[in-house]
């Protein structure tokens, strides 16, 4: 995939429960609308989002292990986001959880993913 079209898509992991998934389809829909395009393969976006979930301790290692993943495969042209309840309850820490995190959204400001 050329770097050109790479450059207009994005990849939204969502975990947790119904109200992350509402979250997660309301920020594809605001990345669509700006002209992103969604991709199932993490290698072909820039922007690579996870919506975390905090709300017990297993959920919250399994966000973290999503972000370490995808911290350890995102290339130099590729921003890793953390959107979520993890993403709000405890956000700068966050990065020093999962380095490679480039910005932290929590619940509240999710609207903002267009900013970065």
């Known amino acids: 995939m050329s770097k050109q079209q790479k450059k207009k898509q994005f990849y939204l992991?969502?975990?947790?429960?119904?109200?992350?998934?509402?979250?997660?389809?309301s920020m594809a829909a605001l990345l669509t609308k700006a002209g992103f395009r969604g991709t199932a393969d993490p290698d072909d976006a820039s922007v690579l989002i996870v919506n975390t979930c905090g709300f017990i301790e297993a959920a919250r290692q399994e966000s973290?292990?999503?972000?370490?993943?995808?911290?350890?495969?995102?290339?130099?042209?590729?921003?890793?986001?953390?959107?979520?309840?993890?993403?709000?309850?405890?956000?700068?820490e966050v990065v020093t959880w999962a380095p490679g995190v480039d910005g932290v959204i929590g619940t509240r400001r999710w609207m903002d993913i267009l900013t970065w």
Do not use: F, H, W
Request: net charge neutral; proline share 2%.
């Open 64 to 92: 973290i292990d999503a972000l370490r993943e995808l911290a350890a495969l995102k290339g130099p042209n590729q921003l890793l986001i953390a959107a979520g309840c993890m993403a709000q309850r405890y956000g700068s």
């Open 13 to 25: 992991l969502s975990l947790g429960c119904s109200k992350n998934t509402v979250d997660s389809e």
